[in-house]
């Protein structure tokens, strides 16, 4: 019972913290805005996994915009952790599209942060409402989710070798992308050749060196700024 109760704790400290967030967002519209989310046990703020790729993404498309998905980031069997992150995406996205209709916004999401990011495009699956329409790009690594021969997966080099693989934690919980994300082209979905958590091996290797490695490898960095220019 330790884990719930944490997770609710946690649950209720960080809508506290994020209130007088929700009021700031829309003091000024961009074209678009990079929601990224990160993964276990990294601290609050851009995750390690993107922070280079969000950089040269921002100095290559103008008038774009960066909110870090606020939510603990701590393991949980039970959903709770993850779906705080998936109320802070839908509640972003839905104060965007009321204040700033035509903002653009492309999700990006790393280990537990690929879940956080999945169950939101599970939220927003319908693609002819707004919520759905402005989001433009769906970008993970090391999604735990990982689903096989879908359009949009590719290795560390942008090849297709982990294309056929399934992610660790399919089966266990309804935290995939919704199927009509993959029909758009929106998905880059990006799983390392050894990463054993989208390749679908085992969780034990959450820390492993490969799952790690993603913020760290020039290819990666260059496969996901390559595609949210092209989407943006």
Known sequence: MLLPVLALGALLFVHAAAAPLLA??????KDYV?????????????????????ER??????RGGHHVVVYPAAPDATQLTTLI???????????????????????LGYSQ????????????????????????????I???????????????????????YTGALVGTLNATIAPSYYDTGKVRDICHTTDLVCTGISLDSLFSSSHLSYGFTQSVQDLGVDFLTQQL
């Open 85 to 107: 992150g998936r109320q802070d995406i839908t509640d972003y996205i839905n104060n965007g599209t009321k204040g700033c209709p035509t903002q653009k916004y492309a999700l």
């Open 34 to 54: 990079l929601i990224e989310a990160r993964g276990t046990f990294e601290p609050q703020g851009p995750s390690i996994g993107f922070r280079n790729m969000i």
């Open 113 to 140: 942060g690929a879940t956080v990011v999945n169950e939101a495009t599970q939220v927003f699956f319908n693609q002819s409402s707004i919520q759905a329409r402005q989001t433009k790009a769906v970008l993970l």
């Open 24 to 29: 700031a967002r829309q003091d000024g519209c």
């Open 142 to 164: 090391g999604n735990p989710y990982h689903l096989p021969n879908k359009d949009g997966n590719v290795d560390e080099d942008g090849g297709n070798r982990t294309s056929n």
């Open 57 to 62: 993404t921002l100095s290559s498309v103008p």
